[in-house]
């Protein structure tokens, strides 16, 4: 194909209750999509891709205004001088670029998106999906107080989800998790996100969730501590899941032989697009290292796109997969539902969704060309 159009849309869109990790408190999230138009064949397609990066540089290095910057100088310009341009080689044009896997990904996303419609194939089939729906679970935030946690939870477990996560930090970890274990019973999948907020030296404190048979504790230390993530893995009951420090297949292959990561959270924005967050389901597979799909607050666009990447076979604990309504009242897309703690992964061409442009509208998004 050859591109012949792109469009960057930016729209506001207000979380149902403030969302808080221990590195930030989110109320809102500042969302880019991409629009591309393509001529395959003499055909006109359209793709959608949606940029995952945060308004701040606080969970990787990227930040949504960043990535819309990197697309318009580089990304953008070199892939409207491809004439024969495939999903599959997008990552191949844009390696000269360093980093930015955010940027890259929606690109590469919005390419594969309209390359598949211009097929009539579905991302799941694409992919390798083996399941017609993937189990839903849900990311709790840090709550203020023990008893407004018990509620949020309780309403999520109400809803259905098949799996609480429940982020922690330094003074919000093995309090919450014991009052969890306690009102709901141990029969709940439990897990916990630290999102980087611990050190070695906290040793004992981690030590501390392994009586709650946690299904496995995400991320625990920085970024790029992978030899002391193995460390510590020697010293925990619980398994230790990477999420922020796998940023590449290769430094998936590298977590997975020192034995830093005994699970990997799978993120295709954090790792350059879903062909390379394939790529790591395959290696892990191999190594018999189970994934799952994590998630990054995105709209039933990226939610609908992650369902069908968690379809693939070694995909086997729930992925953060819930429905649009629990970090949105109106989404930009029909709203993706969570029935009886399941996604359907959609059989319809490319993504399966797209973004409404009335909904767009009304939600007060502002779209503008990228000059190609
Ligand atoms: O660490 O998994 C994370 C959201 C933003 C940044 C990092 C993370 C998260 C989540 C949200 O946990 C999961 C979701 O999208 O439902
Ligand atoms: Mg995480």
């Known amino acids: 194909m050859k591109l ?32 591309v138009t393509a001529d395959v ?23 949504v205004d960043g990535c819309e910057e990197v697309i318009r100088r580089w990304l953008a310009p070199t892939l409207a001088g491809v004439g024969d341009l495939t999903a599959e080689t997008v990552g191949h044009h844009l390696r000269h670029v360093v980093g930015h896997p955010m940027a890259k990904a929606s690109l590469e996303m919005a390419v ?6 211009a097929r009539g194939q579905s991302f799941g089939e694409y992919l390798g999906g083996t399941t017609a729906s993937v189990p839903s679970g849900v990311s709790v935030g840090i709550h203020d107080t023990v008893p407004a946690l018990l509620d ?35 029969d709940v999948l439990l897990q916990v996100d630290a999102n980087a907020a611990y050190g070695l030296a906290d040793t004992a404190t981690l030590r501390a969730l392994d009586e709650f ?31 922020e420090s796998i940023v590449s297949a290769r430094s998936a292959a590298d977590a997975i032989v020192m034995g830093a990561a005994q699970v990997i959270n799978v993120k295709p924005g954090r790792v350059g697009g879903y062909l390379e967050a394939a790529r790591i389901h395959d290696l892990a597979r191999a190594h018999g290292i189970p994934v799952w799909c994590g998630g990054m607050l995105e709209t039933g666009l990226g939610r609908s796109a992650n369902a069908a990447l968690a379809s693939l076979p070694g995909f086997t604990l729930p992925g953060d997969i819930s429905g649009s309504n629990r970090f949105y009242r109106d989404d930009i897309t029909t709203p993706v539902e969570m029935h ?19 909904r767009l509208a009304r939600l ?7 000059a190609l």
């Not at 594969?112 to 419609?117: E, F, I, K």
């Not at 098949?162 to 309090?175: C, E, N, Q, S």
């Not at 007060?364 to 990228?370: F, I, P, Q, R, Y």
Request: proline share 6%; with cysteine; aromatic share 6%.
């Open 41 to 63: 064949d003499g055909h006109e397609v359209t793709g959608w891709g949606e940029n995952v990066a945060m308004s701040d540089p606080l969970y990787s290095a990227e930040h």
């Open 340 to 358: 009886d703690g399941r996604v359907a992964v959609t059989t319809q061409p490319g993504v399966g969704l797209e973004p409404d442009r009335e």
């Open 4 to 35: 012949t159009a792109m469009r960057l849309h930016r729209v506001d869109l207000p979380l149902v209750s403030p969302f808080t990790t221990s590195f930030s408190t989110q109320t809102v999230r500042h969302v880019m999509l991409v629009e």
């Open 112 to 117: 594969l998106d309209a390359q598949l419609r």
């Open 364 to 370: 007060g998004a502002t779209s503008a060309e990228v």
């Open 152 to 186: 949020a939870v309780r309403g999520y477990l109400e809803e259905g989800y098949a799996r609480i996560k429940l982020k922690i930090k330094p003074g919000w970890d093995a309090l919450p998790v014991r009052a969890v274990r306690r009102e709901f019973g141990d």
């Open 213 to 243: 048979d946690l299904l496995l504790i995400e991320q625990p230390l920085a970024e790029d501590d992978l030899r002391q993530h193995a460390v510590l893995a020697t010293r925990l009951r619980t398994p230790v899941c990477l999420d």
